[in-house]
C-alpha cells in the first residue's frame, strides 16, 4: 500500500534544542496525524489537524497542515530527555484508509 | 478510562499453532484496524473493519483471520499458515470518517508482542 516519506529519518540533537520533521504524499489528505511511539508501546496521538493550513499546538509540540494537503510538519521546542522515540506521521482521506510514515527516530543528547 | 485495550502484551507460540490476540475499546468507534510492525518497517494493515460482522482485507491479511461479532471487540487469529509470524502487533480504532463530516482519527492499543519459538 502507499506509504508517506517521512523525513530525517532519524536524528540527534542536544536537549534544549528545537526539532524539525516533515511529512509530504503525492495525495491530497482530509486529515493529517502526528504519532509518537515508545519502545515496545504502542503509537500515541500527539496533534490531529482536519484543515488545510490549521497550526495546532500541544504544549512544546506544534504541527501545521500543509495548504497543498499533500504535506504536514511537526515542530518540538527545547528538547527533553522524555521526547526520545520515533514520530510517525499519517494521512487519511475520505473513502480510504489511513496512510502512515516509516516515522523519524529522535535521539537527544543530554 | 476510555481507551483500547490488548492482551496479553507478550505471546509466545509454538510453530504450527493459532494464537488469538485480544482488541477491546470502549471508545464506541465503529471502526477497528490490525497492524503489523516489524523492526525497521512501518505499519502494514493486516484486516479492517468498518461496521459490526462485517471486515476486509487489508495489505497483508494472508495467514491470519479475524471476527467482528461484537462493535467493541475486533480479536485477530494468527493461524499456522502464516510463514514469519514473529511481530509486533497494534490494534487501532477510529470514528469513521463517513459519520464525521470528512475527518477522521485514528487511537492506538499499547500492542501484543508475539514470538514463534
Known amino acids: 500500500g502507499q506509504q508517506l516519506n517521512q523525513s530525517p529519518q532519524s536524528m540527534f540533537i542536544q536537549e534544549g534544542e528545537d526539532v524539525s520533521m516533515n511529512c509530504t504524499s503525492s495525495?491530497?489528505?482530509?486529515?493529517w496525524l502526528w504519532y509518537k511511539q515508545d519502545p515496545g508501546e504502542g503509537p500515541v496521538l500527539l496533534i490531529a489537524l482536519y484543515k488545510a493550513g490549521e497550526l495546532t499546538s500541544n504544549g512544546r509540540l506544534t504541527a501545521q497542515f500543509g495548504i497543498t494537503r499533500k504535506d504536514s510538519f511537526l515542530n518540538i521546542s527545547a528538547s527533553i530527555p522524555s521526547d526520545v522515540g520515533i514520530y510517525f506521521c499519517?494521512?487519511?482521506?475520505?473513502?480510504?484508509?489511513?496512510?502512515f510514515g516509516p516515522g523519524t527516530r529522535l535521539s537527544v543528547l543530554p | 478510562d476510555g481507551g483500547i485495550t490488548q492482551s496479553p502484551k507478550y505471546l509466545f507460540r509454538k510453530e504450527g499453532q493459532n494464537v488469538t490476540l485480544s482488541c477491546e475499546q470502549n471508545l464506541n468507534h465503529d471502526a477497528m484496524y490490525w497492524y503489523r510492525q516489524d523492526p525497521g518497517q512501518g505499519l502494514r494493515l493486516i484486516y479492517y473493519s468498518q461496521i459490526v460482522n462485517d471486515f476486509q482485507k487489508g495489505d497483508i491479511a494472508e495467514g491470519y483471520s479475524v471476527s467482528r461479532e461484537k462493535k467493541e471487540s475486533f480479536p485477530l487469529t494468527v493461524t499456522s499458515a502464516q510463514k514469519n509470524p514473529t511481530a509486533f502487533y497494534l490494534c487501532?480504532?477510529?470514528?469513521?470518517?463517513?459519520?464525521?463530516?470528512?475527518?477522521?482519527?485514528?487511537?492506538f492499543g499499547p500492542g501484543t508482542r508475539l514470538t514463534v519459538l
Open positions: 499519517a494521512g487519511w482521506k475520505y473513502g480510504q484508509n489511513f496512510v
Open positions: 495525495s491530497i489528505f482530509n486529515t
Open positions: 487501532a480504532s477510529s470514528i469513521r470518517g463517513d459519520r464525521t463530516g470528512g475527518r477522521d482519527t485514528q487511537y
